[in-house]
């Protein structure tokens, strides 16, 4: 399984959930990509473009859509993948120029290794914010830590598996307790 976000193929209950989390009542719906478009005449929309991470996690990411005069929501940002649509959710409770907001994440399967990529995630983000510089240390862990939750996750490996960084450790008592540790 490849280990990627994507545009989701449906819109699902739990993408329903997860945009009624991030931006309310607002109907998530999709809207076309068109990359190199000026922005002249059209106005910015706050929301969230939901990403679905094959049948592990989706996610919510601030996002920045614009409307045309004739109505039309488009995204003009290129997309890794080539995706020509992608699925986005209003969000009028917040302004264009919002200042940066963590992804709302949710796993779409009970699995620790999921939960293990959220949470470095968010503590990804918070070290980022920290007013103090980011120790460089810290943040090379937290790499390298998602790199190897990322790869298990990618060959259907779980917590009793051997980890992935050659310690012998299985990775529950290795990254996995590393992942719990980890403060920010």
Known sequence: ???????????????????????????????????????TGLTAVPGWAIWQCADALIEAEFHVAWRTSAGELVDIAARPGGEETILFVEDLRRGAATPDVDRERRALRRDPLIEDFITLGRKQFLLMQADQAADPALLRRLAVSQLI??????????????????????YKNCHGKAVRSLRV
């Open 149 to 170: 939750v990322k790869n298990m996750l990618e060959r259907g490996l779980g917590g009793e598996d051997p980890c992935l960084c050659n310690s012998g450790k299985r």
């Open 1 to 39: 399984m490849r280990f990627e976000n994507t545009t989701p193929a449906e819109i699902s209950p739990p993408i329903r959930k997860l945009c009624r989390d991030a931006a309310g009542n607002a109907e998530p719906g999709y809207i076309p990509v068109r990359t190199g478009t000026e922005t």
